[in-house]
């Protein structure tokens, strides 16, 4: 897309029976004002299917209708920076004409489409938001022509929406208003309105409105900001319903086929865009199904069916990180889509994730631990699909860990907590149908730093739960007794002692427990002799990690340890099945914890899975997969995924498609959840080019990138040629390029490659065209309420472009800048309006197909009817041949501005003849060196204030 797509409509443009997309693009740019992109029943945007307009500068809404009745979609947006709108006829084959403009008000902000005075023509209603804020309306004459607009003055109005919301037949609007909603009733006239109810309490100020029937019953409903109102069917509305905290954007349509309307809400949580779904129950009732991660912030959002598959999908438009993109989310039918991550919001703060089948119908199922001391239960539904349940389990305080056991192995899973601050574990019995009882909160030995670990530690075949003292150096063993768990017995540990994990180390057929040393950075094993006791080994292993994995890494059937860290010390060791270890480093600068370890391109190897998320901040988390090799791990990564959490997670094969997925919390400052990752990597496959950006042509100064995306066995390696050359230093995905010269212009290719071999994409040509270099350009100062002439060279006249700057503050409080094309003004002089105050313009050359950098200049306005300085007159006496000094500052007083330092002169010198001077800092020096005088004599000075008034 171009830079900042801003909102976007949809209709069919090309007249080929599918559902096409139309996006405005809030900037000033040639020719990339309007996008639209053909539906070709492939889900894909791209090539001569994505077309770029010309409107007014700066466009802020858009709309469709067929304003000239000739069949064919035709296109208006409004514009803030030229303050009007525009038409763009349509010709049936996906394109539009040059914009005929129309007057608005002062800053156009929203636009909607309605025949308000039902005489079949479609009209045009514009919101405008500066002074004064009003409505405007145009009647259409049906050939493309409109009237003098109807102005209805409207306080703070922002967007607009057209519907006939009190069932009379005439067609009224409703408005966005700070935070409330106002419904506008019309007579069918188009010019007499009738302002009806107002509903309150909205959220945030400046955000977009739309209507549709939301509970089923026909009326049209409205939603605004983040909530919704409904309809009685005679106009009036019920109070507010909120519906998402985070969303601004909504779209209506029914996703998952049951006849209810749903609704899609865009959602910014501070780290990565998302867009959710709230599933309709028919009668005004939206839950929340769950989020999905897209590329950029959505503007604009619409849906339709774009894969031909029979599925609603949602296209939307937006950016992130200053990248301009448009996302297609590609719907099965059910709410859900098959292309996106899939998140789902949590209780606040989960600590710890475990999974197990707790209902026992074959799919996997999790549990979650927060902070607020509870267990959350989430039902798998197959295909990485889950649903909570309705209840929340109490635990002890803090429950950081949680383990699956079967304490009296009904073969039902059971779950137990550790929880810190509550120096306690808690049990709950599973009863098979994905619900829980209390067993029992245990008191323990704990802190924040202990851990917790399993295994039959005694040999009588129940489980046994382990727990570590921290620095308390102690672990606390609780057998098992088949209907609950004994009181603790301690083991004391020569240091202080953090992370435990049970496994048969030395292959005795006894449970053994290797601990981590965290006050000395050491591992060490405690072997078990099968009765419940532990010895400490002498055998100390250095390491940074702060969690354990245990597995067979090498195939010897011995348990080896993986303590991951990107500090000193080593990453994993290898058991000799005695019990010692060889350990290995790893040269990686990446930090996290190692939360999985499993063959995740399934090539019969297992890989590393480090998850890493500082909790305490808006981290949006990173998970990363370094690709195992036979008995180890390489520096190697083979996955690397931002934006979906890290914090905790769990692998399991979600899709039962043979691949290890995962399931992973976020835990950060805005919002937790669980994201539902789908693994698409593959095994083996050499690469294949699947799409890539087109030929382009752009001016010099510009930001612009190719791009291309590929499949293949991981890792992948980019080469970014040009004109057949590796380019240095090119060897990611996307080539971009901060400000385009014209020594960029040529034939630019990729080559991708894996070690099956490599494969070059076509050549994708980029012309460029020079941009006219930016002009000369000189101010002018003059008093408030004059008219100014500012000049520019370096150009023809009918060749400048001069631009307003106009401060405000946005819907989110921060301060912001319009520039705002001054419409007419081509020549190299420009007389502003009469001005109160230094105002700033830009003014720049266009070419006809580039503009140049724009040249600052200013309109500077002084006080010319102010009060000059006044000079105090000062006495001074000395001897004949002597200098005298005195400072002029404290005798010179200014009303208006400051005292201009470098004005200070001597009118008048001394008639003796004495040489008087003034220096940078205000003071005189009267010399009389070689003087012979005695008597009398004046001195004269001259000063002026900063807004040139002397005295």
Known sequence: MPSTPQELAKGDFNNDGRMDFVGVNFNALANQQITILL???????????????????????????????????????????????????????????????????????????????????????????????????????????????????????????????????????????????????????????????????????????????????????????????????????????????????????????????????????????????????????????AKFEIRGYANGIEVADVNNDGHLDVVSIGAWGGVPVADVLLGDGTGYFTNAPVKYPTVTDPRDIVKGDFNEDGEIDFALTHASNVITIYLGQGNGRFAKTATNYSTGGLPQYILTIDYNKDNHLDLVTLNWTGSSITVYTGIGDGTFNLLATIPVTALSGSRITTADFNNDTFVDIAVSGYTNNIISILTGTGSGFNTPTTITTSQNISEIKAADFTGDGNQDIIADFNNINRMVLFTGNGSGGFTESTNQYPHQGSFFLIDDMNGDTHPDVITFSNSSGDDYFINDGTGNFTGTAMSVSLGGFPWGYSDMNGDGIKDLIVGSQNSITSSPGQIVVFRGTVGGISNS???????????????????????????????????????????????????????????????????????????????????????????????????????????????????????????????????????????????????????????????????????????????????????????????????TPPLLETTNFLVTISNGTCESSPTPVAATITNCNGTPPVITTQALVTQAGQTITLDLIPLIAVTNGSLDLTSLQIIEHPASGAIATINSSGVLTIDYSGINFMGTENITIGACDTNGLCA
Not at 93 to 100: F, I
Not at 185 to 209: A, E, W
Not at 268 to 275: D, F, G, K, R, S
Not at 777 to 785: K, N, S, V
Request: charged share 15%.
């Open 39 to 289: 539906n070709t029943g492939t889900g894909t945007f791209a090539g001569a299917n994505k077309r770029n307009f010309a409107s007014a500068t700066n466009p802020t809404d858009v709309a469709v209708g067929d304003f000239n009745k000739d069949g064919n979609l035709d296109v208006v947006t409004c514009s803030q920076s030229n303050n009007n709108f525009s038409l763009l006829l349509g010709d049936g084959a996906g394109n539009l004409a040059t914009p005929v403009n129309f007057t608005a008000g002062d800053l156009p902000q929203g636009i909607a489409v309605g025949d308000m005075n039902k005489d079949g023509n479609l009209d045009v209603l514009v919101t405008n938001r500066g002074t004064p804020d009003d409505v405007y309306i145009y009647f259409g004459n049906g050939a493309g022509g409109f009237s003098a607009p109807t102005i209805i003055t409207i306080v703070n109005v922002w967007d607009i929406t057209v519907a006939d919301f009190n069932g009379d037949t005439n067609p009224d609007f409703a408005v966005y208003v700070g935070n409330t909603v106002q419904v506008w009733f019309g007579n069918g006239t188009g010019t007499t309105y009738t302002l009806g109810p107002t509903i309150t309490s909205f959220g945030i100020s400046g955000n977009p409105i739309a209507s549709a029937d939301l509970d089923g019953d026909g009326d049209i409903d409205i939603l605004a900001s983040s909530a919704y109102t409904l309809n009685d069917g005679s106009g009036n509305f019920s109070p507010r319903i909120v519906v998402s905290q985070t969303g601004s954007k909504y779209t209506v349509a029914d996703l998952n086929k049951d006849s209810h309307p749903d609704i899609i809400a865009n959602d910014h949580n501070q780290n990565t865009p998302n867009m959710r779904v709230f599933l309709g129950d028919g009668g005004g009732t939206f839950t929340l199904l």
């Open 637 to 831: 990564i083979l996955i690397d995924k931002d934006y979906s959490g890290g914090n905790r997670f769990v692998l399991h094969d979600l899709n039962k498609d043979g691949r290890m997925d995962i399931l992973a919390t976020s835990n950060n400052l805005y919002e937790d959840y669980v994201g539902s990752l789908i693994n698409t990597t593959v095994a083996a496959g050499c690469p294949a080019i699947t799409s890539q950006s087109s030929s382009a042509s752009v001016c010099t100064g510009q930001f612009f990138s190719f791009g291309i995306t590929a499949s293949g066995s991981a890792p992948l390696a980019y080469q970014w040629r040009k004109d057949g050359v590796d380019m240095p230093g090119r060897t990611t995905a996307t080539l971009t390029f901060l400000a385009i010269t014209s020594a960029d212009a040529g034939t630019y290719s990729c080559r991708v490659s894996n070690g099956c071999g490599s494969i070059v994409s076509n050549n994708m040509v980029l012309t460029v065209a020079t941009s006219p270099t930016a002009p000369g350009a000189t101010g002018a100062t003059g008093c408030a309420g004059t008219s100014l002439t500012l000049n520019a060279t370096g150009a023809a006249s009918g060749q400048y472009r001069w631009y307003a700057l106009e401060e405000f503050t946005d819907p989110y409080g921060n301060p912001s800048v319009d520039i705002i094309l001054i419409p007419g003004q081509t020549n190299s002089t420009y007389t």
